[in-house]
């Protein structure tokens, strides 16, 4: 007998909770699903393919480019141009975004948001990197696309997800009834459901940022960090520090243990690191609905009203109160 539930499985059953839906949606979730096992395998031998190294260009961002963010850049494109419920792809691996004109797109009403490879500099020395999606719905399907469909906040979020390809193999995603997380069976090739109704505490005790750029952090992060760092047993501090540097796997470990993410402002990036529409969106959709919280340090991430595709942004997001925390030390040195 069969004990376990595919991601397939789930979405079909889920579809039917929603008696007028037309089913694009989940193939869309389908489709996406399908390019990250392709992904997956690839990345699984990253280090036995000569697929390793730099791939000579850079992105927009002036960042470098390793073949396999290529590679899974292009897959997810493949995957969302063939299935048809997609008509923009906008990806962090291009300039602008990216029209899908296919037989099967025609009145296609979804939007994807897509970092295909995040935190690719991790490649090489083989620790978790992810993919995170986002989902819109196009505005009007009798208006041709315009910036305004892709330029949406992150409210407006019909479903988000990310995949971690770590030492095994995850898809976990919201359509705003809760998160829930798929782990890849590579004996029968599946995403089966084991994290259901996944959430998150009020409280953490895990606390995860760069520190070396310290210096530059605004007072109000370093005084959280001291914070972090104090001993006191009500609030069951000091902290633990933990910090991967691939921001799906530092998010998704906060999801399972409780914890704080924080990607401030610094002297390299005045406007934080992390891009708006294809990292911080889409996690901070995931984290609320597990019941934490995202905030650029006095707004709710999702509230933001993006005016570019690559735009940044600081972002601070975990366990509510530990977010809260943080808001009131910034505000108090504003
Ligand atoms: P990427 O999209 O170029 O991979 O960069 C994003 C990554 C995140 O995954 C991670 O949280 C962050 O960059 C790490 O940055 P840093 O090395 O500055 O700590
Ligand atoms: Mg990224």
Known sequence: MIRFKTLGQFIIEKQAEFPFAKGELSRLLRDIGIAAKVVNREVNKAGLADILGDYGACNIQGEEQKKLDVFADEQFIDALSQG??????????????????????????????????????????????????????????????????????????????????GASTMMVYTTGKGVNGFTLDPSIGEFCLSHPQMTINKEGRMYSINE?????????????????????????????????????????????KGGIFLYPATAAYPNG??????????????????????????????????????????????????????????????
Do not use: W
Not at 119 to 137: K, P
Not at 236 to 241: A, D, E, G, I, Q
């Open 84 to 165: 048809g419920e997609c008509c923009v792809v906008a990806s962090e691996e291009h300039d602008e975004y990216i029209k899908i004109n296919t037989a099967v797109s025609t009145n296609a009403k979804y939007i994807v948001c897509i970092d295909p490879l995040d935190g690719s500099s991790n490649i090489d020395v083989n620790v978790s990197i992810g993919t995170i999606f986002s989902i819109y719905r196009r505005e009007s399907i009798d208006k041709p696309i315009s910036a305004s469909d892709i330029l949406q906040k992150g409210i407006n979020q019909v479903a988000a997800g990310y995949i971690v390809y």
């Open 273 to 334: 690191k992390l891009r708006l529409m294809y990292e911080c969106n889409p996690l901070a959709f995931i984290v609320e609905q597990a019941g934490g919280k995202a905030s650029n340090g006095h707004a709710r991430i999702m509230e933001i009203n993006p005016t570019e595709l690559h735009q940044r942004t600081p972002i601070f997001i975990g366990n509510k109160n530990m977010v809260e925390q943080l808001e009131t030390m910034l505000a108090e040195e504003t």
């Open 212 to 256: 070396g750029n310290y210096v530059h952090f605004p007072q109000g992060v370093k005084n959280y960090i001291k914070y972090c760092q104090e001993e006191d047993v009500t609030t069951n501090r000091p902290y633990s520090s933990r910090y991967i540097g691939s921001m799906v796997a530092d998010i998704h470990r906060n999801l399972l």
